[in-house]
């Protein structure tokens, strides 16, 4: 890309994160592109929308919408907002939009997800994970809630780079976006250990959303369940540490702290299970037990909630 000139951007999924962090980078003056299903017609017609407890109101409109990924420009950047647990279904979208030599940004959590992806997309295109700590839902077609936070951490998977060089350049870049649209934006030099790092905050405070109904608040009100948060917390610290990743002394208690002060917040899977979707429990559960168990460490209290959360998500559907 010639200096100076600003990347198109193309986001797959604009639900709650694509919707927030489009709408972010559109009003900061990139090119962005939204591939909707079923809100197409009411984000054509009424445009975007972010009411934010941070930003103020932030509208978008007329937006660069389409129904099919065939009909999009080819852009320089994708960023994935969909679900993981739509993974194998993406790559025909995303080859579709990507322009020579595209950077394909996975904004998901859980473990591994790149994985799922990267077998199906050709060699030449560059595959990053994003690691999203923000409060966003979607209230309603074309509309997204932001009550805090918004920061994205970016990892390089895979692609053509010859050297760590590229690798960290291309992760810069993509931190650069980001930091354009006044969103903080940190590069990672180990993308495994970053997802790890968003698991100590996504094992307990979405898996108890579910089980036990109820949003951060409560959680932390109950000491029950702040010593399980707790120690659900520490058991992804050793899973991590068993799998070759350090996770720096005192993290898991930051992210506690942060939770304790940040307003009230319904998790993802919360959303996903209330209307009756899929539950990413393969990203977020069985990758992380199944990569522990393999380097010799249990994890009983994850692995009981895995399973609690496993036969709601069957009964639910």
Same mark, same amino acid.
């Given at each position: ?77 994708? &960023?994935?907002? /969909? ?7 993406? +790559?025909? !979208?995303?080859?579709?939009?990507? #322009?020579? =030599? ?8 859980g473990l591994d997800v790149e994985d799922d992806v990267r077998p199906l997309l050709p060699d030449s295109l560059h595959l990053l994970g ?97 010593? &399980?948060?707790? /120690? ?7 899973? +991590?540490? !068993?799998?070759?990743?350090?996770? #720096?002394? =005192? ?40 990569a522990a168990k393999a380097a010799g460490c249990d994890l009983p209290k994850i692995e009981a909630l895995y ?11």
């Open positions: 890309m010639q200096a100076g000139v600003r990347a198109r951007i193309g986001m797959i999924g604009t639900g709650a994160i694509g919707g927030f962090y489009g709408v972010m980078l559109a009003r900061a003056g990139f090119d962005v592109h939204f591939l909707l299903r079923s809100e197409f017609a009411a984000v054509a017609e009424g445009g975007l929308r972010v009411d934010s407890a941070v930003h103020g109101t932030l509208a978008l409109s007329p937006v660069q919408a389409y129904r099919s990924a065939n009909e999009m420009p080819p852009c320089d950047w994708l &960023l994935v907002g /969909a679900k993981t647990t739509s993974n194998a279904d993406l +790559a025909p !979208a995303i080859i579709q939009a990507a #322009a020579d =030599g595209a950077k394909v940004l996975l904004l998901q959590n994003g690691l999203c700590l923000v409060c966003v839902h979607r209230v309603g077609p074309g509309t997204v809630a932001h009550q805090a936070l918004g920061a994205v951490n970016v990892g390089y998977h895979s692609g053509p780079c010859r050297d760590q060089a590229e690798r960290m350049a291309i992760v810069e870049e993509g931190a650069g976006l980001f930091r354009a649209a006044g969103i903080d934006s940190q590069p990672m030099p180990d993308l495994q250990q970053a997802r790890w790092q968003k698991l100590v905050w996504n094992v307990p405070y979405n898996g108890l959303s579910v089980l036990l109904g109820a949003s951060t608040t409560p959680l932390m009100a109950n000491d029950d369940s702040r010593g &399980l948060i707790q /120690a659900l917390m520490g058991e992804v610290v050793r899973g +991590a540490q !068993a799998c070759g990743h350090q996770i #720096a002394p =005192g993290y898991a208690d930051y992210l506690f702290t942060m939770t304790e002060k940040m307003p009230d917040y319904w998790p993802s899977m919360y959303h996903d299970y209330s209307h009756e979707r899929p539950l990413e429990l393969d990203a977020i559960y069985s990758r992380p037990l199944a399973q609690a959360l496993a036969f709601l998500d069957r009964r639910n559907r």
